[in-house]
């Protein structure tokens, strides 16, 4: 069995669970959704006969001019019951 726990620090956890724990460090340039979009579009579109480049940027710019204007869209004209970060 494998878990997964997104913590902000290790202050009151166990000397036994802290020794078990493997840390992985992202940095604020490496959260977010748009990481996910660069990954994705490179890897479903490896080739320029897939996809152009110059379709690659376009697709990418497309994203960044729209997602954050539609979650702060959403986030505004709705209620979330459970919090929901921007991924």
Known sequence: MRMLFEVMDLAVA?????SRCGMVYLTP???GWYPY????VEEKFPDEDILS???KTYLKETFQATI?????KIR???NELIKTDDL
């Open 68 to 72: 954050n204007i539609g979650i702060d």
């Open 76 to 78: 505004s004209n709705f």
């Open 37 to 40: 979009v660069e990954t994705w």
């Open 53 to 55: 480049n110059d379709l």
């Open 14 to 18: 166990s000397p036994a669970t802290v």
């Open 29 to 31: 340039d490496n959260l």
